[in-house]
């Protein structure tokens, strides 16, 4: 009997309706593709994604989309067959700065995935959270209220680089930024004005904040990491240097400076009638790299010289300053007493030597000491009156 009824149940079970598959929306299929997502980060982390700035910015995506999906019933219906790791009880509240925050909103800043696959993780020319701010931050300038103070200053800087007393290089993008500091930032002169107590950014590198001044009449406060960045995104960034490490002129250099060239005062022994009449007055004023015993060497030979052997009155060694701007300085100073002369070489061409000047000795020197000081813009000689004015 036994026997007949396991028969008869075999053969009804071949008309049993099969199981049917289980079928979902499209929406559904993108609800747990997107959750599946969160959960290998769960795997690969070790903890549940969380919100922050600070925080990559996939993860602060999967937050947002598992913080979405806990609160959404239906959602949450649907994926809690599939959450063998308690996830959905794990969702990170969001911080009362991105209690806003919209998942298509940062999904936007995600615009450039490419691959086929649509994974979340190849990207190509996506900017990190701290580069965007960065770039928010030197965007975001207020106008500087107190720019009387610093108008000089800015003056002052551009006076030093026109006479060779600055000069700008690359900047180096790892160095501390110090108070007192001077830049160029997208063709602006930037100034730091003040700086904040250093503190550790949670990746470990240490930070200040910056009131930044540009000569432009505006004012930003960053973080000297963000200026950092600024200046290194932009080609044309430079850093201006302090007025002169050290003495200007000396004999001795002292450590850290790097010599730049000699100014040198020459006079003729020449027989012209015209420089034999203003001996005493007539100088040679130029810069030199290289010692200024071999640039006379030739003298005798050579038209800018005269033609004639000459001696040295006087030199200034220097140091950290552009020669040939500190040159093309020097005879603009003493330009109305340039010596208006035309000789011929040794080929019988006439020559017209340009760093000839009738100007005292005591001159020079007066305009090497404001060339020192600072106070050398605007002033020129006067020969009339044998004086600087």
């Not at 219906?77 to 991105?98: H, I, K, R, V, Y």
């Not at 420089?275 to 003298?299: F, P, Q, W």
Request: proline residues 5%; glycine residues 6%.
């Amino acid at each position: 009997m036994s026997d007949d009824l396991d028969d008869l149940a075999a053969e009804l079970a071949e008309f049993d309706a099969p199981e049917k598959p289980v079928t979902r929306s499209a929406i559904e299929e993108r609800v747990i593709a997107g959750f599946e997502d969160i959960q290998r980060f769960f795997e690969r982390e070790g903890h549940a994604p969380l919100h922050g700035e600070d925080k990559d910015i996939f993860e602060r995506l999967y937050a947002v989309r598992l913080e979405r999906l806990a609160s959404n019933p239906e959602h949450r219906l649907l994926l809690e067959p599939f959450d063998n790791t308690g996830l959905l009880s794990m969702a990170a509240e969001p911080p009362n700065d991105e209690a806003e925050i919209d998942l298509d909103d940062l999904a936007a800043d995600l615009a450039d995935i490419e691959g086929d696959g649509g994974d979340i993780t190849s990207l190509k020319h996506v900017r990190s959270v701290a580069e965007k701010r960065a770039a928010e931050e030197i965007a975001n300038r207020e106008p500087c209220k107190d720019f009387d103070r610093f108008k000089p200053l800015f003056e002052k800087v551009q006076a030093d680089l026109d006479a060779g007393l600055r000069t700008t290089r690359p900047p180096e993008t790892s160095a501390e930024i110090d108070a007192g500091s001077f830049y160029i930032l997208s063709g602006q002169k930037a100034y730091v004005a003040e700086k904040g107590e250093l503190f550790k950014q949670d990746y470990g590198d240490w930070d200040a904040r910056l009131r930044v001044v540009f000569d432009n009449g505006t004012e930003s406060n960053l973080l000297m990491r963000s200026l950092h960045r600024a200046m290194s995104k932009d080609a044309t960034s430079r850093t201006i240097s302090d007025p002169v490490a050290g003495p200007l002129f000396s004999d001795a250099a002292v450590e850290g400076d790097e010599a730049s060239g000699i100014i040198y005062v020459l006079r003729s022994k020449s027989d012209l009638p015209i420089v034999a009449e203003n001996r005493e007055l007539l100088h040679k004023i130029g810069v030199t790299g290289g010692s200024v015993e071999r640039r006379i060497a030739n003298a005798r030979l050579d038209p800018t010289f005269l033609l004639a052997d000459v001696e040295i009155v006087t030199t200034y060694e220097l140091y950290n300053i552009n020669r040939v701007k500190l040159e093309n300085l020097l005879h603009r100073v003493f330009e109305r007493a340039r010596l208006d002369i035309e000789i011929k070489d040794r080929f019988g061409y006439p020559v017209t030597p340009r760093e000839w000047f009738l100007v005292p000795l005591f001159a020079i020197d007066e305009a090497v000491e404001r060339i020192r000081d600072g106070s050398i813009k605007g002033v020129s000689y006067d020969p009339e009156r044998a004086l600087l004015t």
